[in-house]
């Protein structure tokens, strides 16, 4: 993670630098005609100006999407039957995984296969709701399928099932997935 | 200093890409949110935080929420990804807000750094300055050498290159930093005016050895501008080293071969300045770089007095510069014509979040013959990361349009399905309300006397229906019997009281095991009454779901779809003006290149005829042949 953090550190400083070479400026490119210096200068300040037009219209978008998502959770997933699935790779796993199928009491719900950014993402330490819906409040079966490929290269491909308890408030059921150790795939519920 | 100042901000844009929670992830929710900023995916991120922060804030024990965990985390977060969305003014807000909150002083410490660098990225360099100066005590480790590097930065923008000299002499980074702490260093003894110490450090820094690619670049770099640093002073053997070091295929190749030409030919080898010139002027003809190549190959074979090469070579750039304005123009046209913005909409661009690179797959086409070389300039970029952005926007609003259209179905469709249904279930509810809650007062009620008789016995009360019914008897015989002094009164009288002596010693008696009895009877109900009352319970649930399924959002959603509209308008005012303001930028950018190619064009028709002319004058040599 800090090895993550480090390389983004440095593509910065690389582009800082990359601005910092007065001395770098070929001789053929300093010719810029005088008139125009000021066409550019009006350029920017028009720029900067609908630059923060921009900003606010993005805040303001912001704003439209909250209100709708929760508009959207009250109508579609209601506190009392919601129920998300997360999926989550065990920390420094270097497991690659391809897909995640998901079945609440023999219904298939989720079916996803990870694209190579995704998978870099829950490297990273990042979580995928995978899955948000409707059930019922008592005990429900869970089926989990993984698939994916080891660091050596061999195959992946595990089942797992499990039972979650709904109650009143909204589910959240935490999947940990890992290549290696006794755990291929761990729940967690909150 | 201003482009520079923005070439800094790119690059602290960049930079400043989600950093996920130390240790281990207690919010899922969170944790979505870094999955989503992990991909670029910045406005997914904030709506996912935006919310939970929101919720956090609005608990009354927000200690208990899992956010707890995380929550200093999660502010750096939004300003992080508000400023990867390029909404620096809301980033900024939110780092202060950490800043100033009560937290320990490695976090505050941490927050002045990252407001240092918004500071610095808007161009506001005493700010960044004054939130570098409010880092005191407890710096967090991974984040040291930045804060150092960026004060140094901040003083070479300030034109106070020795002090950034000696803040650059003290950071003690590692591998992958070396290099561009090798090279400020470089550039800032340069400011300085300590030019044999610069070109000692810049040669440095071009022959350190490093692990990636961007350490690569930035020796590169190094080396290109020792390259002309010596070039101007002369010094063109060294020069022509220094640019050798450049790797073909980087970065930096076209200005390291075109650089290393010029020191040759400056040397007046110009035999040996056709090599890495000739390797240019095969590449991109688009490259400002390449096209300077063109013309500097029959300079060269000119100064070696084959006129009939420099002749031909000279022909060739001069096709090469027509086509060039051709294409041009035909750039401009299509600009004007609004296919630019067309083509950088395309739904395949922004596929990848790494848009600027896809741009390069674009097909070649008029619009976007010169699209890499526009998007160097970082005016254009930003005006154009801003359109793409409006774009992203629009596509967002026009799908929530179509969901406000499908949430007012989902409602009609519920309200359709319940109204009819709900009076009937409603009276048949009040009725076993009604019910149900005569019999749990009555079980309250036996529950009470209970209790108390516990403490006030009253052994009457547990008597059964037939001993009730005796008690009645013997008391109706008494009554019959009056105060009757006959002797078979008498003897009546003395056999109801030993009957009712009877009743009441075994009334007495019994009294403990049928008070427990009673108690057990009653505790026997219970997980009859729990049923009842979870199924109670859920049915007023479920009744109010139904209700609030499909009422109480009219006003909600015609609110949502009177913003969501006036933000379509906005945007697209907006998308009009951006759009504008880089095809004008575009089409400007465009005809200063067209001049300079027109001017090549004249260079090279000239060219041509000289060649031509003194060919015509000079007899061919065997080389010629």
């Known amino acids: ?87 989550a790779l065990a920390k420094g796993d270097p497991m690659r995984l391809d897909s995640v199928r998901l079945q609440i009491d023999g219904q298939l719900v989720a079916h996803h296969i990870y694209s190579a950014k995704e998978l870099e993402a829950l490297r990273k330490g990042g979580v995928q709701r995978i899955y948000v819906g409707n059930v ?53 519920e909150w | 200093m201003r482009a520079l100042r923005q070439l800094i901000a790119l690059g602290l844009v960049l930079g400043l890409a989600a950093t996920p929670a130390a240790g281990d992830l207690k919010d899922f929710y969170f944790g979505e949110a870094l999955y989503h900023a992990l991909q670029g995916r910045y406005f997914d991120a904030l709506q996912r935080l935006d919310t939970e922060r929101a919720m956090y804030r609005g608990l009354d024990q927000p200690q208990l929420d899992t956010l707890h965990y995380h929550i ?27 800043l100033e ?36 005590g407890t710096v967090p480790e991974q984040i040291k050498d930045d804060v150092e590097f960026l004060r140094a930065n901040v003083y070479i923008a300030t034109g106070r290159p020795s002090e950034a000299v000696k803040v650059l002499e003290q950071v003690r980074s590692d591998e992958g930093l070396a290099g561009f702490v090798a090279y400020n260093l470089g550039i800032a003894l340069l400011q300085d005016g300590r030019q044999q110490e610069a070109i000692a450090q810049l040669d440095k820094a071009g022959q350190l050895p490093s692990p990636d690619k961007a350490g690569l670049a930035i020796r590169d770099k190094s080396n290109l501008v020792l ?66 190549a063109m013309l500097a190959v029959p300079h060269s074979y000119a100064n070696l007095k084959l006129y009939g090469r420099a002749a031909i070579t000279y022909g060739l750039a001069l096709e090469l510069f027509s086509n060039q304005i051709e294409r041009v123009d035909a750039s401009m046209r299509s600009i004007k014509e609004g296919r630019f913005l067309k083509a950088l909409i395309r739904e395949e661009t922004r596929q990848d979040a790494d848009w600027v690179i896809s741009l390069r797959t674009l097909p070649d086409a008029p619009e976007t013959y010169y699209l890499m070389e526009l998007m160097a300039s970082h005016d254009f970029q930003t005006a154009l990361q801003n359109y793409l952005d409006l774009e992203e926007l629009r596509s967002k609003l026009i799908a929530w349009q179509t969901s406000l259209d499908a949430f007012d179905d989902i409602i009609r469709l519920r309200g359709q399905n319940y109204d009819p249904l709900l009076p009937d279930v409603d009276a048949q509810f009040r009725d076993l309300d009604a019910r149900m809650r005569l019999r749990l007062e009555q079980r309250n009620h036996l529950g009470k006397r209970l209790q108390a008789m516990l403490t006030a016995p009253r052994p009457e009360y547990l008597a059964t229906a037939e001993e009730r019914s005796a008690l009645e008897r013997i008391a ?20 109801a009281a030993r009957l009712r002596g009877t009743l009441t010693w075994r009334l007495e008696t019994e009294y403990q095991e049928r008070l427990t009895a009673a108690y057990e009877h009653l505790k026997e109900l219970t997980p009859n009454v729990d049923a009842l009352t979870r199924q109670y319970d859920d049915f007023v649930r479920t009744r109010q779901a139904a209700t609030h399924s499909y009422v109480g959002y009219d006003v909600q959603i015609a609110r949502l779809r009177m913003r969501v509209g006036d933000a379509v308008q906005r945007v697209d005012s907006l998308m009009a003006r951006q759009g504008h303001m880089i095809e004008t930028v575009a089409i400007n950018q465009l005809a200063a290149r ?10 090279a028709r000239f060219g041509v005829a000289d060649s031509y002319d003194r060919a015509a004058r000079t007899p061919t040599g065997p080389e010629e042949r």
């Open chain 2, 476 to 495: 109706l015989i008494e009554k019959q019997l009056g105060d009757s002094d006959s002797p078979a009164s008498l003897a009546l009288r003395q056999r």
């Open chain 2, 101 to 136: 909150g009560a937290v320990d002083e490695a976090v505050r410490n941490e927050a002045a750094f990252r407001l240092a660098r918004i500071h610095f990225q808007k161009g506001q360099l005493d700010d960044a300055l004054h939130a570098l100066a409010r880092i005191q």
């Open chain 2, 227 to 292: 390259g002309a640093i010596l070039f101007e002073l002369g010094n063109f053997e060294r020069a022509r080293q220094s640019v050798d070091r450049v790797r073909l295929e980087g970065l930096y190749s076209n200005q390291a071969l075109l650089r290393a030409g010029w020191a040759e030919a400056s040397a007046k080898q110009f035999d040996r300045a056709l090599v890495p010139w000739n390797i240019l002027a095969n590449r991109e003809p688009t490259d400002v770089a390449v096209q300077e």
């Open chain 1, 136 to 188: 019922t409040t008592g005990d429900h079966q869970l089926e989990v399928v993984v698939g994916g490929k080891l660091e050596s290269g061999a195959d992946f491909n595990r089942t797992e099932r499990f039972t979650f308890r709904k109650e009143v408030k909204p589910k959240l059921v935490g999947l940990t997935l890992a290549g290696s150790g006794n755990t291929p795939i761990a729940l967690g």
């Open chain 2, 594 to 603: 067209r001049e300079r190619l027109v001017v090549q064009q004249n260079q």
């Open chain 1, 1 to 87: 993670m800090k090895a993550q953090a480090r390389f983004k550190s440095v593509l910065w400083m690389l582009l800082v630098v990359f601005a910092l070479s007065p001395a770098a400026v070929p001789a053929q490119q300093a010719n810029v005609p005088a008139q125009q210096a000021n066409v550019p200068t009006q350029q920017a300040n028009a720029s900067r100006g609908l630059d923060e037009q921009v900003q606010e219209i993005k805040s303001d978008v912001l704003s439209i999407a909250a209100e709708l998502s929760q508009l959207e959770e009250k109508l579609l997933y209601p506190s009392g039957t919601q129920v998300s699935m997360f999926v």
């Open chain 2, 72 to 98: 200093n985390d999660a502010e750096f977060s939004v300003g992080d990804f508000e400023l990867n969305y390029r909404m620096h003014h809301r980033a900024g807000r939110a780092i202060k807000a950490v």
